[in-house]
């Protein structure tokens, strides 16, 4: 039986939801029986490859690096799962969207410490922010989703299994709780 | 007390007269979720989570407040219903801001146990990224609009079983806030006795004790069972 090929993604989040994916320990040891980890930030591929079965995105699109890529990552995945509260609802990394980006930028940079960031032109050092944080689902089609900050291992051990036992994924009450 | 009998998703109930829809699904285990409703305040049909579809009503009617008749016939569980009820807890969740994980009350929410409990693992309508004011004037409590969701249990219970009368709402619809004394700080309100009865009843993160800090916010309302009941029974003309 060939293995189900896993990408993982790490947008607009603080990498909670990876470390909590981390935390499953020995059971990923078990699962790299069936599972091959294709791109993430727990491995070195700098493209995102094409013909991937399960894709798990933290974090929400903030920046226009995480909508290209997201878009991206829906043309070349079966399925695309947001996994954890930014990438759902936006959760923290949306609490900017009260200001207007060049206010934000103001607001932080210069009337904080610091200088401002370049960013919006070639050679840039940052992605472009989006005026708004948006969750994946406003910006692809989204299969399923994984609420949590972070999400319990458990949750994802949950989804992961859904999948590679060719199941819907449908978490329950006690572990589709956002927060 | 005269007695009636109903359907209710096609089993029949006997039940007295002058009791609601809610009550009597309740006393015979019928789940109908609720929000703004609380045992013993007086109901106010403000949320719409407990509608309810009436054989030959065109239209569905919320349980906690429609009084039951004999040969009713309820439905409480209907496709249209349960998408109804998703769509109303989604609509809240999108209002105002509801980050669970950096709430005091996370884990400990009745808005968001309710969510889960109805399927909602995402919200299916734009975010409208409010920012509202807090009111932390107080000495030991604090009101953080972001969170509130109108159930309005802060004004029933502070006027109906405190007798202050401290809270009222102002403004309509979305734009509508819950205000002490006519719209001054909580902190310079004369008429609040700090008693913490609408901070106990307060389904969410709105109303919580100064220095709780993320998720450390639980609801304490055994103090309230007693007189609650008292006063749920007396609405049904008996007593403790
Ligand atoms: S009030 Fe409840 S639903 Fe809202 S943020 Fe706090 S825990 Fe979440
Ligand atoms: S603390 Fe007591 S008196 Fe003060 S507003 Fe709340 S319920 Fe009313
Ligand atoms: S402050 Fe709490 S009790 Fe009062 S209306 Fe808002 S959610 Fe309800
Ligand atoms: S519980 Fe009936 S309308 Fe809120």
Excluded at chain 1, 136 to 159: M, T, Y
Excluded at chain 2, 193 to 214: E, F, M, N, S
Aim: hydrophobic share 40%.
């Amino acid at each position: 039986m060939s293995k189900l090929r896993l990408a993982t993604a790490w947008l607009g989040g603080c990498s909670g939801c990876h470390m909590s994916l981390l935390d499953l320990g020995e059971l990923l040891v078990e699962l790299a029986d069936r599972i091959e980890l294709v791109y993430g930030p727990l491995v070195d591929a700098k493209q995102f490859p094409e013909q991937v079965d399960l894709a798990l995105i933290e974090g929400a699109v903030a920046n226009l690096e995480n909508l290209e890529l997201l878009q991206q990552i829906r043309r070349n995945s079966r399925l695309l799962v947001s996994f954890g509260d930014c990438a759902i609802t936006g959760n923290v990394t949306s609490l900017r969207n009260v200001f207007k980006v060049d206010d934000l930028l103001t607001s932080v940079y210069q009337a904080g410490p610091g200088s401002l960031p370049r960013s919006g032109e070639d050679g840039d050092v940052l992605p472009e922010l989006l005026p708004r944080v948006l969750p994946l689902h406003q910006v692809v089609e989204v299969d399923a989703f994984i609420p949590g900050c972070p999400p319990d291992p458990e949750r994802i051990l949950a989804a992961i299994t859904a999948v590679l036992n060719g199941e819907p994924v449908m978490l329950g009450e006690d572990q589709r709780t956002f927060g | 007390m005269p007695a009636i009998t109903l359907t209710i998703n096609n089993e029949l109930f006997s039940a007295r007269k002058e009791q609601t829809i809610l009550e009597i699904a309740r006393e015979h285990g019928v789940d109908i979720p609720t929000l703004c409703h609380f045992e013993g305040l007086e109901a106010m049909g403000g949320c719409r989570l407990c509608l309810v579809e009436l054989q030959g009503s065109p239209r569905p009617v919320p349980a906690c407040i429609t009084k039951a008749a004999e040969g009713m016939v309820v439905t409480t569980h209907s496709d249209k219903l349960i998408e109804y009820r998703k769509m109303l807890v989604e609509l809240l969740l999108a209002e105002r801001t509801h980050t669970c994980s950096i709430c005091v009350q996370n884990n400990n929410c009745e808005l968001q146990a309710l969510a889960a409990k109805l399927g909602i693992d995402h919200v299916r309508f734009d975010y409208l990224h409010q920012q509202l004011p807090m009111d932390a004037s107080r000495e030991r409590f604090a009101l953080d609009h972001n969170r509130c969701v109108l159930c309005l249990r802060c004004v029933r219970v502070c006027d109906a079983v405190e007798g202050a009368h401290t809270w009222d709402v102002r403004g309509r619809g979305s734009t509508s806030r819950v205000v002490a004394d006519l719209d001054r700080p909580w902190g310079s309100s004369t008429s609040c006795t700090d008693c913490g009865k609408c901070v106990q009843l307060c389904p969410t993160g709105a109303l919580y004790k100064k220095g709780a800090t993320v998720g450390e916010m639980k609801k304490e309302r055994s103090f309230l069972n007693r007189i609650l009941e008292r006063r749920r029974l007396a609405a049904q003309g008996r007593s403790l």
